[in-house]
C-alpha cells in the first residue's frame, strides 16, 4: 500500500471538487485531488449540458408544429432520432471533452483515482492501492438517482438520466416517473421529439414549485399537452413479453395496463455519502448520513472536513456547487482560519416550456416563516393576455410575486411562463439588492416586452402594500398589451 501524507484532500473531481482544489491550492501547494470515476463532471456528462441539448431538439420540432398558427404553412416535422442522439451526444462529449482537458492540465501528482474511504478523522484509503494521511478534507462526491425499491422489477427497462444521453435512437415509448425538474424536462423534450410519454408523480408535486397557485397551473398546462398525473395510482410493475408493463389507474379513473419501452426513474437525487467511510470520523451525520454542515462555511460541525456540492445534500444546482466548492476549498487551504463565504440569492429554472423560475423565498418558506402575521402580500399576473407573451404565441403563465408589509421589501417569487430563466435572474438580482417594490417600480420597462407583465404583478403587490394606486385595468399609458 503506497503512503502518502498531505495537507488538504479533495474527494471527486466534479464542479465542486474541482473549485475546492483550485481554491485550497490557493493556500497551500499540498492538494491531492481523488476521483472515483470518470472526469468531465455530472454536469457535462449526463446534467445540466446533455438535458438542454435534448430540450433544444424538441423545441426545433415544436417550433416547426406549431409555424401554421402564424400562418406559416409546414409539413408535420419528421423527427430523424438518430440524428438528434447523435448531436446529443457530441455536443455533450464536446463540453466533457473541455473539462477533461481542463482536468488534465492540472499537476498529474495532485490527481489519484480511485473509490475513497475514511479509516479515521486523518486517513483515507484509495481502493487498494494508497492511504493519505492528511490535514483536511472537501468531501465533494455529488449525488445520484434515488430508485425505489419496486421499480427494480422493471430489470434493464428500467433506466435512469445517464442512460438517455447514450441512445443511439429515439425510442418509441417511455414511462416517466417524477414530475420534478429532471421528470419534467426530459419527460416534455421527449415528448416533443414524438416518443409516447407517460409522466407519473405522487402527492400533486410538479416541478420544485411550492406555491399551490402556480402548481395548479403548471399541473393544467403540462397535462394539456401530454400524459401527465402527478397523483398516479400504479399498482403493479413488471417485465412482459421485453416491455416494462405498468398497470395503473387513468385520470378517468379507468384501470389500464400498458407497456412501454422503458421506465426513466426520476424520482430525486441522493447524496454520495454512503460507502464513504464517514462514521469511522468524528464529524455528526445527520439520520440519512449527511454530514451537518454550516452552509456559510461548508465546515462540517468544529471539524477539518468540510462538504461541497451535492453531497451536502443543500441546494443541488451547479451554480450552488461552484460556490460551495470555492467556500469550501478556501476554508480547508486557509483551516484554521476559517470565513463565510458568498451565499447568493436562491434563484431556479426549469427548462420545460413553458419554464419555470423561483427566486429568493419560495411560497413554502415564507408561509413558514412568517405564519398568519400578515407581514407580508402577493401579486400576481397572467401572462395568458399579456401583449408579448400573445405575440409570440408563448402566452401561457403565471407569476407570484411576494413583498414584505410595512417595508415594501421584495421577497421572492414563483412562476411558470415565457422567458422565466431570464426574468429570474432579474428578480433575483434584485432580491439580492434588497430592493423594495416600489425601487423596482421605477426601474425601466421597454415595451413590448415580457417583463411588463413583471411590472404589472409588482404593481399589484405595490397597491396591496398600500404604496400604490390599484392595477389599472386598460391603463392607457402602459402600451398595449403591457
Ligand atoms: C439530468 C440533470 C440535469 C441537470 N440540470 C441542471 C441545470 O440545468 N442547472 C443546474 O444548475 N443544475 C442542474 N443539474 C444539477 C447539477 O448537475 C449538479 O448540481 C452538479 O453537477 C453537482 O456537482 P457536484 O460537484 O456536487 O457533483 P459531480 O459533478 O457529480 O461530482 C462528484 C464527483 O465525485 C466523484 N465521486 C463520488 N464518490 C466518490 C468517492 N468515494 N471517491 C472519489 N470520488 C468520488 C464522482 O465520480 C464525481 O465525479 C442537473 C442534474 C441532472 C442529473
Ligand atoms: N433546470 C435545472 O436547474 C435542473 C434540471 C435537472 C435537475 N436539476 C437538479 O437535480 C435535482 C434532482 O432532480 P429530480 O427531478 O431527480 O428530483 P426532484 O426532487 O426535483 O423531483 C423528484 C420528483 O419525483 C417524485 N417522486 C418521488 N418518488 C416517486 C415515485 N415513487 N413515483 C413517482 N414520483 C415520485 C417527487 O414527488 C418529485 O416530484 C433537482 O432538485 C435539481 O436541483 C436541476
Redesign the pocket.
Known sequence: MKQLETDVVVIGAGTAGLSAYRNAKQYTPNVLMVESGKYGTTCARV??MP??LLIAAAEAAHSVEHAPQFGVLTEKPQIDGKAVMARVRSERDRFVGFVVEAVEELPQEDRIIGHTKFLDDNRLQIDDHTVITAKRFVVATG?R??I?P??LAFGDKLII?DDVFDWQDLPESVAV??????????GQALHRLGVNVKL????G????LTDPVIRDYANTVFAEEFYVD?D?K?SDMKVVDGKAQLTYVDKQGNPQTEQFDYVL?????VPNVDNLGLENTSVELQDHGVPIADPHTMQCGESHIFIAG?ASDQ????HEAADQGTIAGSNAGRFPDIRNGLRRTPI????SDPQIGMVGDNYAQLTANYGECGCYEIGEVSFENQGRSRVMLKNKGHMRVYAEQGTGLFLGAEFIGPAAEHIAHLLAWAVQNKMTVPQMLDMPFYHPVIEEGVRTALRNVNAKLKFGPDIIQHCLECGPGA
Open positions: 446534467g445540466c438535458s438542454k449525488s438517482p434515488n425505489p419496486p421499480f438520466n416517473f417524477g414530475p420534478g425538474v429532471i421528470g419534467l424536462e426530459l407519473f408523480g405522487v402527492g408535486n410538479i416541478g420544485p402527478t398516479a400504479v426513474a426520476a424520482t430525486g437525487r451535492d441546494i443541488p444546482l451547479l431556479a429554472a426549469v427548462f
